[in-house]
Structures are given as structure tokens and as C-alpha cells.
């Protein structure tokens, strides 16, 4: 007989439906799995068995295909399935030419053409370390200074929402900036956390001391951040490769999509690509993770060589869609 | 003899009722002329189990004319009254096909077989039944015609012919010297709410054994004299006629907008009537009987006493005629206000709470005093109390008020704190200028941004927003708590600005499916239907593609209508249906084809869509009555069935051959309602063929109703079909029909 403890560790996730699984994630999600993740699946997916009282693997497959709750049960296991560990100011060197050189780089172009609106997309953010991050960077440059609604901050004591705090004088609103940080997941337990905005002191690992001080503030569970940064910030739950949904935000200047299509297959890695080129005005860059590159995917992007990386740049003169990607198909 | 009917013979022969019972069921596989023979012998076995099973098996037998003239025979049977009993069960069982013979036998058969062969008649709703009862009620036995009188009493169930005939036969007999004759038939009449004028039942009233009836029959009449008469008859020294009088009055009275002059015709009766206020007091004190308490509660509203109104605010707290009471006592008007709020301050919570409800709803009621007494109620004990003061505050309270009720949006009782935001939108709305005072106050511990989101919310329903407003709402959607990200989405739904819309749409993504549907709702207000279209292009979620659609009709019918075409087809028998429903919601007279706040070129008249149904919107309707799933067909019929053009019709008409008896049911009672001579001739031809009893009783009322005036006789169908929440439709989606209930060929239609 089959052991089963409290905590279910006598199922195992045999061979073929491994294989079952991971095409199913594949073909629903983009999600690639190697083989070296049948037992990372096995450990991450058993309390769902238990929880749904389901005998094998075999079972929880076909709960996700036909069960009387499987658009729930699918929330559930991409939260386990894709819940990464991540943590404020990851990748430094990426950041930094982020904020010393294109923020710089956008600012000037933006005043040229007279349009004060910035939009950055945190595509894949997890719990919104990343998103966060970027705010905490947009807001140190100095160069944007985000028109925000006086009429729940003027109490007594002047904030960080008041536009004076920001270094920008409040008595000249046209000065004041459109900007709009975007953070998006496929699991919806990472944006509910990710809109809560409170972390524990292993999200600051790589975080400098005064931005600790001066971006978030103690709380119950640990750190929140601060309500300026937070304001620039919105979350919601998106599949990357889901392009009709992926429109809800217009289009972006810059997009971090940092350690997410190591996920996908070849397939939905062209597709997500396609997506973020489509989201990106023309001019706009994209951000990969250290490990990862457009190469054999997409040529239709140019190369911006900053001082210490490598960026992705959507032609200022393209329009329409991806011209340079193969058909998935 | 056939080997199914030897295994029957041999099974009926056992003593055991069980395997006879059993035995009854295998009747129906029995062809040939043996069938009416067994089903016979089952009638008349001595256990009535095995009897019940022959009449469940009666209607699904072959030879239906040898199985119905064996049943009508057995109606003559003397010496078994089991048989002769359950043959009359069984020829009702049979429905419309045993009129015929039944009718015709009427003439052959002694008093008793006659009595019993009426009361078949009597259970089967059919025009020619009717008929044969209304020649019974001249029968000579007095037994036969009584039987015919109660009958009638429930012809209207064959349409409104049959309750026309039944009623002018009823009337009619009413001039005989049979005494019971006469009660069933003033009973009968009552049942049938014939309202037909007092001067038919006055000359009844007077009777001491027929005036109990002659009041219940009266009861629906709208005439003053028979509503005074009523009245009067309230303070009649028989208890049971005074019951009577005081239940008809009270049914009346319910009836009655207030001011209604049969109200003050009732008032002047009962005032002149001695022993009226006495025995309504005593009727609404309480006891078991509350038909009569309802009706008494009635009585002492129009006698506008100040001594009752504490007994008729006791009884608001009970749920079975606290309706009534409330009616009493806004009977009272603003006389009511003082001694209502002075018993009610001293009243159960509930019973205040209620009470404080009624006053602030009570037209002429002096402002300030009750303004006083909500204000007192938010100091209350009790939730119930506070709830109910807040709620009515939110309709009477003045600027000052708002701040009030403000401080109840944090309440930790969630009844409170969402009462509390709908005052506070109500106060908002009207006094402008104080919420904005209210907007850019500060309150320690508490999160401004939700009072700041229901502020906005009330302004923005009576003025544009300002940038700074919309900059607020955008902050509230990254709020944590999904209530306030959804009371943010629909402050911006009324902003009609490209800020407030780019907002909400990204709230498309929300991971909170409750905001998520706010959105979608707002962009639909908003008249934005590209995001819209975008959210469907993939649907999975029927709650959402139904919100979906009906957010796209409010942007836009026609991208609407195709952005359902592809759902109708859908495999998901869930988001078919609310494709077909959102299509059903498009069907209005005339529906505007462009998007509300879009400026157009086209004249009012070219903008409209045409009713009946477009063409575009009846074909996608008949691709979705292909679907393999009923659920989804019978939706679609009857958003077809609403306002059917020719077209419709004849699809209808087609469905009439589908395989499936609650499909034909459902085209038959939908064609009913056409009227037209093409329509009844295909009903009655189906009529000859259908077999299943259900059908042929649906198709049998379709050919008989007569379409009223009002159109307040509509399809049992269509009612249902319509009362159903979109949820119940598709809940049953999937879900078997009636296997076995086979009837007329035809396979699916609208493929």
C-alpha cells in the first residue's frame, strides 16, 4: 500500500506523469521544465494532492484538464510552480546603467519631444522586489518628479507625496512627470504580495542602508515601503504569453523581464518576445537577465552597448509588429 | 401470446405485491393487443402500490385508443373501487387523449361512472373538458353537478378560453335552487379571481349559509360597493365570515396604492361597522392565523387609530406579516411619526430598527424631528439600529450629516460600514462642496483612501472630476484591499476622462476576480469596448465572459453581437449561455448602435437597430440552437421566442421536431404565443403526432390560450426562462435531460 503521511511525502511523480505534466504546463503556461525538475515538481505540487484528496499525479493532470475548479487549481500550482526568491536591487551592475544612463538617456529624449510621460513594465515581478526597485531608482534620479494628488496629503505634516519633498517646486505643475511603473505575474498570490509592498529582511540583502531608511518604513511583517514609492507602482496578474491581456497597459519605455524566459521552451520564448517588442514604443529598451539573450530568438532588436551591459533597443523607426521573428509555429 | 406478456401473466399471478409491482413496469414492452388487457388487471390488483404503478405506466403504452376505451369502461365498474378509482387516475395520467372518449361515454354511464368520468375531465386541462363540464353542471344528479362546479374552478389551467367558459357556467348556475351547487360554485369563481362585479354576488351575502362564499368571491372585485361590503362584513358576529371579510379586505387593501379611493371607501365601512375595530384588535394580536392578523393589521391602518400603532409596530418584528404591518401603518401617513417613534424607541432592535426605516420613508413626515431620531439611532447598541439610522440619514440628512455617517465607514461590522458607504455616496452626491471639505480632512489611524474613493464616487455622479480627483482613484487601485481598488474603478467609471479609462483598463488585470469585474463593468460605462474585446479573445470564465459581453453591449451592441458569435458555438456549455444571454439583453426595441459618449454622423433613426431581431442577431441565436447542450438551445429559444419575426418562427417551428421533449415543450409554448394561423396549424399538427404527455400539454394550452391584453399570461417557459439568473442556466448546462423521454423523430435543429 501506498504511504501516505500528513504532509503527503509518499507520492511520487513517476516518469510518464512527469511528462504529462510538463506538457500540459508547456502548452497552458510557456513553462519548460527539463527532466532535472521532475523531482523540484514532485516536491513543490504534493500538498496540492493532499489538499484536493487526489491518489497520484496522474489524478492532479487531470484535475487541471477537467476539473470542476481547474481555472483555481491552475492559479494554485503556477504559485508553486513559478515563485521565485528574488530580492530588492538583484543584478547591481544592470541597475546601475539603468539608472546612470538610461534614465538620463530617456529624460533628455522625452524633454526633446516635449512629452512627460514615462512607462516601465517589470514583466515577470514576482513578489515586486524588482518593481520597487526600479521606483526606488526613478525616484534617486532627481530627473522625474511624478505629479501626484495633494488632496489626501495635506495634513499637518508635509510627506513624500508632496511634490516640494521630491525636490520639484510645487508651484509648477507642468514641470511635474508622468510616471507609471507596471509589475506584472502569472501568479496571483506574487501580485497580492507584490501590492501589499511589506518584506522580510531577505528581500534587502542587496539593499544599501540609507535607501532602507529612507524607502520603507517598519512594520508588523517587516519592512513596507514607503507610500511615494509605492504610488508609482501598479501590479497585476498577467501571463506573458497571453498577448491580448498584455494590452492593458498601452506601451512601455523600458521593460525588465530579468530570469523569466529561462521558463519557456523555444516556442513560448519567441512568443514572449513578440510581446515585449510589440508592448515597447519604438525606441524603447528591453532588459534580460544576466544569463539570458535574444540570440537565435529575435534580430528585430538593435544592441545599446552601456558602459557595464548590454541592452535590447526596439528601432526608433519600427512600427507595427515583430518583423524579424519566425513563426512559432 | 407474446413471451413479454407471459413473463407479465406469470409475474401478476405472484403473491408477493413487490414482484407484481415489478411486473407492472414490464407492461410497456408488452405490443399488441394485450397491453390494455394487463394494464387492466394491474388497475384492479388488490395492492395499491401495484394499482399506482399501472397508472404511472398508462400514458406509455401502445394502442392508445384501446388502452383509453378499456379505462372509460372501467369506469363502470361497480364491485372493484380500487379499478374504478385508479382507471380515473390513469385517464388523467393519459391527458388530452382521453377527452374525446370520455366525453362520449358521458351519456351511457349511471350517476356514479358519470361523477367519476367528470372528475377525469376535471384533471385534465383541455378547452373540450371545460366544455363537457359546463353541460355537467345541468346534469340531474346532484352529486355529478357539484363535481362539474368544483372542476371548473380549476379550468384556467387550459388557458384563458377555458377560464372563460368555466366562469360564464359558473354565473350561470349561480340562478339554481341547489344550494351546494351554488357553494362550489361561488368557491370555484373565487379560484378562477373571476372579479366580476358585487351586484353577482350581493344577492349571496345576504344568506346566512351561502354569504361566508359570497364575501371569498367577492374578494377580488375592485368595486367600491363590494370593497364595503367587505368591510362591513369584518364586523360580522360569526367569527368565520369575519375572518373571511378580513382577509379579503386585507388582500384588497394590499393591492391598493395609498390614496386609492377604495382605501377611503373601506375606511368609511369599517367606521360605520360597530364591532369592526373589536374584532380586527383581536384578529391582530397574534394567534396561529395569520392570513387573518395580515388582514387585521390592514384594517386598523385604514381606521387610523394612535392606540394600535403599538400593536402594529409589534408586528413588524414578525417576518410573516411585518409587510402588512409596514403598509398599516404608512396607512397612518405623518400622523404616524410622534407615537411611532416614541414606541419605537422602546421597541426590540429590530422592531426599532424597522420602525426607523418606515418614518424616514413616510411622505409629509416632519424632517427635523425625524432627522433627531436617525441621528440618536447612530448612538445605538445595536447594529440593527445604527444600520437602519445610517441607511436612512443617507436618504434625509443634510451637509452636517455627512461627516456623521463618515466616521461609520470603518465600522467593524460590515453591515454598518457598507450601509454607511452608500449614505455617505448619498450625502456626497448631494452636498458637493462638504465632500470636498470631507476629502482633504485628516483622520488619525484610519485609511484615507477609502472614504476618499466613495467621495469621488458621489462627485463624480453629479460633476466632471478634477486631474487631482482621477490621480487619487489611480492610487486607491494599487490599495491592497480589493474593496477599495473596486470603489476606486467605479468612481473612475463615471469620470468619461482617457486617464480615468487607462486606469481601469489596467485593472483588466487585477488578480482579484471581484475588481477584475468592476473593471469590466466600468470600461462598458466608459464606452471603451477594445479592451474589452481583447479580455474575450480567450475566454475561460463564464462569470467573466458574461460581464464581459454585457459591459460590450453598454459600449457598443453591434461589437457586442460579434464578439458573442464565436461563444455561442462554444463547447463550454457555460459560456455559451452567456453568450446567448448577453445576445437575449441586445434585443431590446431599439437599441443604439453607436457607443454612449461617441459623437456620430448617423441619424437617430439609422442608429437604431430594428425589432424584431436583426438578421445578424437571429442567426447567430440559430447557430447557438445547435449546440449539443439543452441548456444552451433553450436559452436561445427563448430569446428567440421574445419578439419573433417570421424568420424565428419557423425556426420555432423546426424545433417542434427535436429530438428533444423539453425543446418541443419549449418551441410549443413559444409558438403559442404567436397567435397566427401558421403557427397553430404547425402546433396542431404536431399535436396529432407528439406522444410525450408534457408536450401535448403544452402544445394543447398553445392552442388555447388566448394572449391577454397585458400579456400578463405568458409561457410557463418564457417565465422561467427569464426569472432564471444567468448562474442556474449554466449551472445546468451539461447536465442530462429526461433520457427516456422519447418522442417525435427529428434530430437536432439549427445545424
Redesign the interface.
Known sequence: MRRQTASGDGIALKPEEFRLLRDLFASRAGLNFGPEARFAIERRLRERLLVLKLHDFADYHHYLRFGAHA?EEWDEALDLLTTNETYFFREERQLRGFAEELLPMFHAQMLARGKRRLVIWSAGCSTGEEAYTIAILVHQSGLFFP??????D???SPSLTTPSAFGAPAESPSALWDVRI?G?DIS?RC??AA???TYTEASFRATPENLRRSCFRACDGGWQVTEPI??L??????NLL?E??T????KADVIFCRNVLIYFDTKARKTAIEVLYDRLNPGGVLLLGHSESLLNVSTAFELLHLREDLVYRKPISAQGPNPALDDPT | MSDAASAVRWLLDQTEPEARRVAVQQIAKVHGSEGPELLLRALGDEDWRVRKEGTVVAPTLDRREEVVAALVAALEETYNIGLRNAAVEALIAVGPDAVGATIETLPRLDSDARKLAIEVLGGIPDTRATTALARALADEDPNVRGTAAESLGGAARAGEESREVAIQALIAALATTDVFLKIAALESLARLEAGLPWAVFEPFAADPLLRRYAIAAAAGSREPEAVAALARATGDPSPTIAREALVALGDTAFECEIGHPLLECARDALLDTASARENARRAAAGGDDTRARAGALLALGLLRSVDDVASIVDALGDDDVAERAELALRLFGPAAVTPLLSVARDSKAPVRAAALSLVASLEGAGVAEVRQALRDALKADSVDVVASGVESLGQLGDAADLRRVASLVWHTDERVAATATNAVAELGARHVTAARALLHESRPGQDPVVLACILLGAIASTQPLLDDDIRVLERALAHDDPQVRRAAIDALAQAESDAAAEAVTFALSDEEHEVKLAAVRALGRLGRPEPLVDLLADARDADLAATTLRALADASPKIALEAARPLVTQPDAAIACAAVAAIGQLQLDAVALVPPGHGSSVSPAASLLPSPLSSAREDVLFSALGHPDLAVVKLALSVLGQKPGPRALARLGLCLDHAEWEVRRAAAELLGQAKTPTEQGLLRARFERERDPTVREAIAAAVSVRPSADGARSSAFAESMRAAPLGAIAGNAGSASSPSKAGGGGGKVGE
Not at chain 1, 147 to 152: A, D, E
Not at chain 1, 233 to 238: A, E, R
Request: proline share 3%; with cysteine.
Open positions: 481555472a505629479r501626484r494628488s495633494t488632496i489626501l495635506s495634513g499637518p507596471y506584472s496571483r501580485v497580492a501590492r501589499r509592498g509605492r504610488q507602482c501598479h501590479f497585476g496578474q498577467m497571453d491580448d491581456r494590452r492593458v497597459f498601452g
